[in-house]
């Protein structure tokens, strides 16, 4: 059974950055898996924001392109986000997600919302 664990999160000003990690055990890097980071909003659904695969394809939606990089060390079993240009509409609390298998990640399709193993989440507050 996977296991994932964020850390990273806290509050920093409109402008700054931080770079959230995701530990994750017990989980199988030999199939075609996908690793994300989601976001939520008190009151609204999770939402996909940047999604990795196992070839390295990344993609993200359009309102943090340019400014988050998701990345995914395999010798470390370790999923980055790293935050550059933060805005006080990025405050949310912040989930990484594994899936064991995935199709190739296509750039520009829509980001896969469907995931089997979550973490915990960790909370990003950006004051202005």
């Known amino acids: 059974q996977a296991q994932l664990m964020e850390s990273g999160g806290g509050s920093v000003q409109s402008g700054g950055s931080l770079r959230l990690s995701c530990s994750v055990s017990g989980f199988s890097q030999r199939n075609n898996y996908c690793m994300a980071w989601f976001r939520q909003y008190p009151g609204k659904k999770r939402e996909a924001i940047a999604q990795?695969?196992?070839?390295?394809?990344?993609d993200y939606i359009d309102s943090v392109k340019g400014r988050f990089i998701i990345s995914h060390d395999n010798d470390e079993n370790t999923l980055y986000l790293q935050m550059n240009s933060l805005k006080p509409e990025d405050t949310a609390m912040y989930y990484c997600a594994a899936e064991a298998w995935c199709h190739v990640l296509r750039i520009g399709a829509p980001l896969r919302e469907d995931y089997t193993y979550w973490g915990q989440g960790t909370q990003v507050t950006v004051t202005s």
């Open positions: 990795i695969d196992a070839t390295g394809i990344a």
